[in-house]
């Protein structure tokens, strides 16, 4: 792969490729430790409520933790209806992979994440993890060919 490498391709942000993105990229923990936060809240609510110095903080401080607790447990359906209800979502994405790096062009977004920008690249079972120093993006292979992938592969071994 000598050459001048270019792969454009279109798809939709919908709810099946937002679904497919944390799925891939998501690690839930539904641990004890994740709900600290939300017992805390819980407990310094139930504490303040029993000593009776400020019923409406008490209470504030225990629904708090209540919605914590179930922002924890629903991660995945809230964060896709947040995804949902944004400007983005159901609008076509013109992908764009090449020398330079990965780009994505749509009427809300644009932006290229360039190659020697990025720290490494993880093969998932349907995408690439693709990690920068401070974020990771996710890019599915359903929109990709066998040759844009093994480019993409190509490229991630060349970083490790």
């Avoid at 792969?1 to 993105?21: A, G, I, P, R, V």
């Avoid at 903080?57 to 607790?69: C, Q, R, T």
């Avoid at 009427?107 to 093969?123: L, P």
Wanted: one cysteine or more; aromatic letters at 12%.
């Amino acid at each position: 792969m000598n050459s001048e490498y270019s792969y454009t391709t279109q798809y939709t942000l919908d709810k099946s490729h937002f679904s497919e993105c944390f799925d891939e990229s998501v690690t839930i923990d539904t641990s004890i430790r994740a709900y600290r936060k939300a017992i805390i809240f819980s407990l310094v609510g139930v504490l303040l409520l029993l000593t009776g110095i400020n019923a409406y903080a008490s209470w504030f401080l225990i629904a708090l933790g209540v919605l914590e607790a179930l922002n924890i447990r629903y991660k995945k359906p809230w964060w896709l209806l947040r995804q949902m209800m944004s400007k983005a979502a159901n609008n076509e994405v013109t992908l764009t992979i090449d020398e330079q790096g990965v780009s994505n062009d749509s009427f809300y977004v644009k932006g290229t994440i360039f190659w020697q920008d990025i720290v490494s690249v993880k093969e998932t079972e349907q995408g690439f993890l693709i990690k920068q120093a401070k974020s990771v993006s996710y890019l599915s292979k359903r929109s990709l060919d066998e040759t844009a992938t093994a480019f993409v592969r190509q490229k991630g071994a060349a970083l490790n």
